[in-house]
């Protein structure tokens, strides 16, 4: 019998397909954490939106109020996310962001267009926490060992593409008639959508969601459609049955886990888990990325005294090294491992910050040169790491029984601090200077440790390892760092035994 199909595809063909679906979500993300930049001085813009002209606390709030609609959507995931499923929730999230875009753009001068610009990030932003929360779950739940590592990190990385892409129509677009400005690169956003939503409504479910919801021939169909096996193939049974296994070792009993189960230790660790990936998206935003992302025109105006059409350009100039070095972890991320590229990228942050500050203090044009090639390093050695990393590791860590609600609330974490970040970085780079890399330094700094003593590997990992590496540690007493060093990489025949020997499935 041959393999199923979805689409027309079954095997690697299918997978791919699931892979550039899910890609094209965070390339939408990644273009809307760019668009603003370019535009939120632009005086076009500041003609409609009159209290945003030359106030950095309206800037900030305009650019930061989308983070808001971002954890209202994780926090829908949060509630109803095991319910609603990966495939559903990934449609609803892209139809949600059409709405918001089309709101923004029909804003007019005059009536109340600020209030309705700012609805329409909101609601854009419910939509984006929603994808955000899901779309790497659903890339993990589908995806081979050998290969989770790679297509998540080239999620994450390609969020630096479409970042890239946004300051560029930002720029050319800052050359047409005032509307174009900035209502065209806020409507381009639409393609991205509609490539989201259209195709999903044709390609699979998680094998992995339709087990924890006792639908066990769809699974089937499913994992025989994702891997090219025949549908009654052993290949098939032993995946579907480690996986069913993965569920009743994390205690699955409900189709919908409860809130509850994400604060218990023991064997499962859910808990620490659930912390480890939520440390690792605040770590993200306390590293000042969106310092840069968002406003590197502002800093280039602000900190080094450029005009607004030198600062965009060179923007984009920093958007592409920042496109160029996200693809180094798709060589690394298996090779090096998710721990040496947490602490080489903590490391390259925290002196591209002190580089940056130590810089601007003699406030010379000389001396920022030396500050633009921080930014520079900064934003090279974010995208190799730091950038894709907290994506991948919550979506890989916690058990399938809490999988989704932990990915929910480390993705809450990201959209909070985010919002902080963005909307206190003009108001520091006004009031303090360069103070305010002084204060990102710090904060890298501190990063060592925490990944140095806490952070265990997982790469080359299946996701039924990863649960034995926590039980180990649980039962032996042991760091979890060390555990994951100890344990010997498994076949599929070898996990059922290791489940047994630390007591997750009798």
């Known amino acids: ?120 990030r909101v609601i854009m932003g419910v939509g984006n926490g929603i994808n955000t929360s899901t779309i790497p779950i659903y890339q993990a739940e589908c995806s081979k060992t050998s290969n989770r590592g790679l297509l998540i990190c080239i999620e994450g990385g390609i969020i630096a593409f479409g970042t890239l892409i946004a300051y560029w129509i930002d720029y050319g677009a800052s050359y047409g008639p005032p509307d174009l400005t900035w209502r065209f690169p806020i409507a381009f956003q639409v393609v991205f959508a509609l490539f989201i939503c259209i195709p999903m409504c044709f390609l699979p479910e998680s094998p992995r969601w339709l087990l924890s919801q006792d639908r066990i021939a769809e699974a089937d169909e499913v994992i025989s459609a994702l891997r090219g096996y025949d549908i009654d193939s052993k290949e ?97 991320i298996e090779r090096v491992g998710r721990r040496r590229l947490f602490l080489y990228g903590t490391l390259g942050q925290t002196l591209s910050m002190v580089l940056i500050f130590a810089c601007l203090i003699p406030d010379t044009p000389a001396a920022a ?30 058990p399938i029984k809490t999988r989704a609600k932990a990915n929910a609330i480390s993705t809450c974490t990201n959209w909070m601090f985010n919002f902080f970040v963005v909307m206190i970085v003009p108001i520091m780079i006004t009031n303090i200077g ?37 039980a180990k540690g649980f039962s032996e007493n042991i760091s979890y760092v060390k555990a994951a060093d100890q344990l010997p990489h498994l076949k599929l025949e070898e996990m059922e035994e290791y489940s047994v020997r630390y007591g997750l499935v009798d």
């Open 236 to 332: 098939t049974v032993l995946e579907r049955d480690l996986i069913i296994d993965s569920l009743l070792a994390s205690g699955a009993g409900a189709k919908s886990t409860p809130i509850r189960a994400l604060f218990t230790g023991g064997k499962t660790q859910h808990f620490r888990r659930m912390m480890l990936g939520s440390s690792a998206q605040l770590m993200q935003q306390l590293g000042g990325c969106n310092a840069v992302i968002y406003f590197c025109p502002l800093l280039f105006q602000n900190s080094l005294n450029m005009t607004h059409n030198m600062a965009m350009l060179l923007g984009g100039v920093v958007m592409v090294v920042y496109a160029f070095f996200a693809c180094f972890s798709w060589f690394t």
């Open 1 to 120: 019998m041959a393999p199923p199909k979805f689409m027309g595809l079954t095997g690697s063909s299918l997978s791919l397909a699931v892979s550039t679906v899910a890609t094209t979500g965070f390339l939408l993300f990644g273009y809307d954490q760019g668009v603003m930049s370019g535009i939120i001085t632009a005086s076009d813009f500041n003609n409609v939106f009159e209290a945003t002209r030359d106030s950095s606390p309206m800037q900030g709030t305009i650019t930061a109020i989308y983070e808001i609609g971002c954890l209202i959507g994780a926090i829908f995931i949060l509630a109803v996310g095991d319910g609603l499923g990966r495939r559903k929730a990934i449609i609803l999230g892209g139809f949600i962001m059409l709405i918001g875009v089309i709101i923004q753009v029909a804003c007019v001068a005059g009536a109340t267009p600020l209030a309705q610009f700012i609805v329409g």
């Open 369 to 398: 040169k030396g500050a633009t090639v921080g930014l520079f390093t900064y934003i090279a050695a974010f995208g190799a790491t730091w950038l894709p990393l907290p994506w991948l590791y919550p979506a890989e860590l916690s």
């Open 434 to 470: 360069w103070g305010t890399y002084i204060f990102f330094a710090v904060m890298n700094a501190l990063f060592l440790p925490i990944i140095w003593f806490l952070y265990p590997e997982t790469a080359r990992r299946s996701l039924e390892e990863i649960d034995i590496i926590f």
